[in-house]
């Protein structure tokens, strides 16, 4: 089921001692809810790319961090922090996932726009355009200042940067594209959206490999796939239909080449659940195990557990590690306060790396579910900044998270 392993990267030792935020890299937007969503490294520690709900797509080159300005110096001062350098142009709606392949070379988007593209993220640039990304620094300085900000001129002068175009665009979906997923070795890629439509996509060829459909209500919120991307790991979900039909959700394997289903992992957890009722009293069998939506997965590198955050607006957004083959829990990690949104494993399987709506970053080991290190603190309820996505660098010593505040934050592990 999991081919061939993917040669894996030592992770280094994570403690809160050795953890550090060395940037904090505004990504600000004028338009309500317009805030990052997706962020990923490309092909080394010191290139980032981060996309908004808006749509725009920028790059940023980190220099060396020999003498790194002080974080708060960086969130308060304008010009402190590291500006983008690229604006990738192409998309007309949000951001939604990045991926990178393993060569990092391109990097490829999916979009609220229903289409994914690719990028050569070391293209000549085709032309230039001006972006502002710290208004809210902008404002507090006038504020500092004394001076008011006029309407006409509150969005600029912004930062003359680069641009570049797509070199490919995959269309096929119906909807929002909420999931995608790139396999370990860049062969295979899995995107999936709102009508419940799932396509995999032979990345080479640039072609559909297949395509499948969940249920007709509900709605494809992640995606996982297998180091040789022959399995993936779909999680479907929907608050409610209307006011009285709140659909089943689903968490299943399929073989990638067909789109067979291979094994029902929420039937595994409730062997008497009906995914045809809809009804209040049926949601409560798997309410607590699902939340409102598992809407993050990732899989270990060997292949044999998948990791799934509870996310949505719920108490405690959980990682449940189960396993890929049985479908059973192995254990439940504690989680995020008012629920979680991202997970990544690390490169060794070692640990789990989870971000949430309570404003923190937390490391735990695979192995017994042990909080090793905690990034960010919390800021006091899910709206205060709530972190967004998260991504690890190749050489596994560098994080980096957006959050709902419009910040893309760096930390490295030392």
């Known amino acids: 089921m999991t081919g061939e392993p993917p040669v894996l990267r030592n992770m280094p030792d994570i403690n809160p001692q050795t953890s550090k935020q060395i940037w ?32 725009r797509l920028l790059i940023w080159e980190l220099p060396e961090p020999t003498d790194i300005p002080p974080i708060e ?28 392949t393993p060569d990092g070379k391109t990097l490829i988007s999916a979009s609220f726009d229903k289409t994914i593209r690719f990028w050569d993220v070391a293209a000549s640039p085709s032309g230039f355009t001006e972006v502002v990304v710290d208004h809210e620094l902008r404002d507090a300085e006038a504020r500092r200042a004394g001076k008011k900000v006029s309407p006409d001129d509150k969005d600029g002068p912004g930062i003359k940067i680069e641009t570049i175009g797509s070199t ?7 909807d929002w594209i909420d ?46 796939l297998t180091g040789d991307g022959e399995t993936a790991v779909v999680s479907e979900y929907r608050y409610k239909r209307d006011d009285f039909d709140i659909p089943c959700p689903a968490l299943k394997r399929f073989n990638v080449a067909d789109g067979a289903e291979q094994l029902d992992l929420l039937k595994v957890q409730f062997p008497k659940l009906d995914p045809k009722q809809n009804t209040y009293g049926s949601a409560q069998m798997w309410r607590k195990f699902i939340a409102n939506g598992l809407v993050a997965l990732d899989i270990s590198p060997d292949g044999k557990l998948v990791a799934a955050v509870q996310g949505g607006e719920t108490d405690n957004g959980q990682v449940h590690l189960l396993e890929m083959e049985t479908g059973k829990l192995v254990r439940t990690i ?17 640990f789990v790396i989870s971000a949430g709506r309570d404003t923190v970053i937390r490391i735990c080991q695979v192995e017994d579910g042990k909080e090793v290190a905690q990034l960010g603190k919390p800021r006091g309820g899910q709206f205060k900044d709530w972190t967004s996505s998260i991504a690890l660098s190749p050489d596994q010593r560098t994080l980096a998270a957006t959050d709902i505040g419009g910040w893309v934050h760096v930390w490295t592990f030392g």
């Open 179 to 224: 999931a995608m997923s790139l396999s370990t070795d860049g062969r295979r890629l899995l995107t999936g959206d709102q009508s419940s439509l799932v396509i995999a996509w032979d990345v080479a060829a640039r072609k559909e490999l297949s395509r499948w459909n969940g249920s007709l209500w509900n709605w494809i919120v992640a995606t996982a």
């Open 168 to 174: 490919h665009t995959l269309e096929g979906h119906r």
């Open 73 to 100: 110096q960086q969130t308060k001062s304008v010009g402190v922090a590291p500006v983008p350098k690229l604006s990738l142009v192409g998309h007309t709606n949000g951001i939604s996932r990045l991926a990178i």
């Open 24 to 55: 904090q890299l505004p990504f600000q937007n004028r338009n309500e809810g317009a805030w990052p969503m997706a962020v990923a490294f490309l092909g080394s520690d010191r290139r980032i790319a981060a996309g908004d709900r808006d749509g």
């Open 334 to 350: 504690s989680g995020h306060q008012s629920g979680a949104t991202d997970v990544k494993f690390t490169a060794d399987g070692k």
